[in-house]
T-cell receptor
Framework: GQQVMQIPQYQHVQEGEDFTTYCNSS?????IQWYKQRPGGHPVFLIQ?????EVKKQKRLTFQFGEAKKNSSLHITATQTTDVGTYFC??????????FGKGTLLTVNP | NAGVTQTPKFQVLKTGQSMTLQCAQD?????MSWYRQDPGMGLRLIHY???????DQGEVPNGYNVSRSTTEDFPLRLLSAAPSQTSVYFC????????????FGPGTRLTVL
C-alpha cells in the first residue's frame, strides 16, 4: 500500500539556522499537504501542492513538490522560536486516500 | 464560526467501559474523519464520512463505531474500552473531499486504565 516516509524524525536547531524536512512517497501522489502541530495542540493546515515541480512560499517557509510527484520538502529559513512544533506531510493518493507522514519535531534553541 | 469542536477534552475510562467522543463542525463540510495520534505513530485514520448517512472504515477501525446522521455531527463510539485505545483523538472536517484542507478539532486525550 501507499506509504509516506518523512525524515528526519527530530531536528534541533539554533535560532536563526535553517531547517528542512522531507517526505517521500512509495507511489505517485495527486497532491500533498503540509500541517504544523504545536506541542499540545492540534494540526493546522499550512499549504497544499498539486502540480509537478510546484514551489510555494509563505514568508520564511518554502514548499516544494517533486517533478515525479513522489516527494516533497518544507524548508524554513532563519528559524525562530515560534517555529517549534511537529511538521508533517499528508499525501493524497488514489481514491482520495490520505497517507500521513509521521512528522518531524522541530525544536529551536534561542 | 466555532470551527470543529470536540468534547470532552480529557477522559479517563476503565477497561470495558463504553463512551462516545463528540465532534461537531459548523462549516457545512461534507467530509469528516476521526484520527488517533500515538507517540511515534503519527496520525492514523479510524473512520471517515463523505456525507450524512455515509461512513467507511479507515486504517484502524477495530473497537470503534461511527454514525453520521447530520452534516454537522460525527460521534465516535468506543464499544468496550481497552488500554490500547489510550491515545489522543482528533476529529477533522473538510469541504468536499479529503483532498482539501483539513480543519482539526482541539482533540480528546483519552486514558484507559
Amino acid at each position: 500500500g501507499q506509504q509516506v516516509m518523512q525524515i528526519p524524525q527530530y531536528q534541533h536547531v539554533q535560532e536563526g539556522e535553517d531547517f528542512t524536512t522531507y517526505c517521500n512517497s512509495s507511489t505517485t501522489l495527486s497532491n500533498i499537504q503540509w500541517y504544523k502541530q504545536r506541542p499540545g495542540g492540534h494540526p493546522v493546515f499550512l499549504i497544499q501542492l498539486v502540480k509537478s515541480g510546484e514551489v510555494k512560499k509563505q514568508k520564511r517557509l518554502t514548499f516544494q513538490f517533486g517533478e515525479a510527484k513522489k516527494n516533497s520538502s518544507l524548508h524554513i529559513t532563519a528559524t525562530q522560536t515560534t517555529d517549534v512544533g511537529t511538521y508533517f506531510c499528508v499525501g493524497g493518493g488514489s481514491n482520495y486516500k490520505l497517507t500521513f507522514g509521521k512528522g518531524t519535531l522541530l525544536t529551536v534553541n534561542p | 464560526n466555532a470551527g470543529v469542536t470536540q468534547t470532552p477534552k480529557f477522559q479517563v475510562l476503565k477497561t470495558g467501559q463504553s463512551m462516545t467522543l463528540q465532534c461537531a463542525q459548523d462549516m457545512n463540510h461534507e467530509y469528516m474523519s476521526w484520527y488517533r495520534q500515538d507517540p511515534g505513530m503519527g496520525l492514523r485514520l479510524i473512520h471517515y464520512s463523505v456525507g450524512a448517512g455515509i461512513t467507511d472504515q479507515g486504517e484502524v477501525p477495530n473497537g470503534y463505531n461511527v454514525s453520521r446522521s447530520t452534516t454537522e455531527d460525527f460521534p465516535l463510539r468506543l464499544l468496550s474500552a481497552a488500554p490500547s485505545q489510550t491515545s489522543v483523538y482528533f476529529c477533522a472536517s473538510s469541504w468536499g473531499t479529503s483532498y482539501n484542507e483539513q480543519f482539526f478539532g482541539p482533540g480528546t486525550r483519552l486514558t484507559v486504565l
